[in-house]
Structure formats: structure tokens, C-alpha cells
């Protein structure tokens, strides 16, 4: 069974980079998209960026110019850099495995692996 | 628009059946994806596809969507459906960017 695993620095303070990395246990790493997903306290979900084996990324426009997305195919693993951090970025980070295709005249997207979560607190 | 809006909340007495939708003009292209969260745990997938259950997940859960505006079904909703529900999709940019719609809670009477 396919598990995702994930860990990172859980408490950091204003202007520091969060850093956290998934590793992928007992699946094929090539076949599908590795995302990344917040969730800040009583809120919803909020779609980070996403990675393919290649190490093409694609971005949420409102975190871009702060993320890096980045990939280790020889360790089924991906990771997470968020530069500049301040107490609007504390929330559950959660890494996932996403599908994505097209099915006649429909795209389809899903993820169906999810990681944990990892709590993260920013504060002075 | 990137948009997908859900109605914040929705209550169903044991045993009868729930409807929850999803807005948002990249519904026109994108399968809608269900997902389920229970407080303090990680989302499951419940509903992908045209209507596709992934495996482990009852039969009672089913999805449908037409133009832009997609919704989950509960029929014969049980205690333990209880979490909220959020639908995804990407964006209808071009760029396939992905959403998370707003959210709804379902309380189960």
C-alpha cells in the first residue's frame, strides 16, 4: 500500500524558510504528480504547487514568488521550500500524490495519497 | 475563474440523504474530485471522475455534475459521515492550477 510520509521543521519565526520533505513508500514515483496542500487553522484547503518526476512544477500564483517545489527521484522524495514566512503561513501541510489525464472531453484531477500532516507555527 | 463555492453548511438526520454542491466555471472542463475530512486528520478522496469510488469507500457516496455546478450525494447518511467535505478541480485558466472549493460541514442528526 502506497504511504506517504512526511517531515519538516515545525515552528519557525518571522522571515525564516519553511522546509519540509515527503517521501513515497510502495508506489511507482514516475507515474503521477506530487502536490503540496495547507490548511491554515479553521480554515480550508489551499493548494500549494505541484511537482512531476521531470521536475516540472506549477504554482499557486498568490505563494509563487516564495515556493520551491523540488524532487529526488533517486529517494522517492519531494520537498517543500517556503522563503519569507510570516504567522499568515502557520497551518497543516500536507503533501499528496495527484492523477491528472483527460477522459473524452474532460480533465480529471485527483489526489488520492495523502500524507499526514505536518503542523507548522510561525511566530516571534 | 478559479474560483469553486460550496455552501458552508448542511445538516441530515441519520439515515436520509444529503446533497452538497459545488460551484465554479472550471466545472465546464474538470471531473469534479470529493473529498472527506474529519477534524484533526488528513483528507480522503471519496469521489473522482465522471463518478468513480476509490476502493473502501461506501457505495452510499456518489457524484454528479452538469455545466458549472457539481454535487455529492449521501444517500442513507450515517454517523460517521460527519467531517467536512471539500470539492477540487483545477482552474479554468489554462494552466491547470488547483482549487480547493470553500467548504461544507455535514452534521449528521
Known amino acids: 500500500q502506497v504511504q506517504l510520509q512526511q517531515w519538516g521543521a515545525g515552528l519557525l519565526k518571522p522571515s525564516e524558510t519553511l522546509s519540509l520533505t515527503c517521501a513515497e513508500y510502495?508506489?511507482?514515483?514516475?507515474?503521477?504528480?506530487w502536490s503540496w496542500i495547507r490548511q491554515p487553522p479553521g480554515k480550508g484547503l489551499e493548494w500549494i504547487g505541484e511537482i512531476n518526476h521531470s521536475g516540472s512544477t506549477t504554482y499557486n500564483p498568490s505563494l509563487k514568488s516564495r515556493v520551491t517545489i523540488s524532487i529526488d527521484t533517486s529517494k522517492n522524495q519531494f520537498s517543500l521550500k517556503l522563503s519569507s514566512v510570516t504567522a499568515a503561513d502557520t497551518a497543516v501541510y500536507y503533501c499528496?500524490?495527484?492523477?491528472?489525464?483527460?477522459?473524452?472531453?474532460?480533465?480529471?484531477?485527483?489526489?488520492?495519497?495523502w500524507g499526514k500532516g505536518t503542523t507548522v507555527s510561525v511566530s516571534s | 475563474s478559479s474560483e469553486l463555492t460550496q455552501d458552508p453548511a448542511v445538516s441530515v438526520a441519520l439515515g436520509q440523504t444529503v446533497r452538497i454542491t459545488c460551484q465554479g466555471d472550471s466545472l465546464r472542463n474538470y471531473f469534479p474530485t470529493w473529498y472527506q475530512q474529519k477534524p484533526g486528520q488528513a483528507p480522503i478522496l471519496v469521489i473522482y471522475g465522471k463518478n468513480t469510488r476509490p476502493s473502501g469507500i461506501p457505495d452510499r457516496f456518489s457524484g454528479s455534475s452538469s455545466g458549472n455546478t457539481a454535487s455529492l450525494t449521501i444517500t442513507g447518511a450515517q454517523a460517521e459521515d460527519e467531517a467536512d467535505y471539500y470539492c477540487?478541480?483545477?482552474?479554468?485558466?489554462?494552466?491547470?492550477?488547483?482549487?480547493f472549493g470553500t467548504g461544507t460541514k455535514v452534521t449528521v442528526l
Open positions: 510502495g508506489g511507482s514515483f514516475s507515474d503521477y504528480y
Open positions: 499528496a500524490r495527484a492523477v491528472r489525464g483527460i477522459s473524452i472531453y474532460f480533465y480529471y484531477s485527483y489526489m488520492d495519497v
Open positions: 477540487s478541480s483545477r482552474d479554468s485558466s489554462g494552466h491547470h492550477l488547483g482549487v
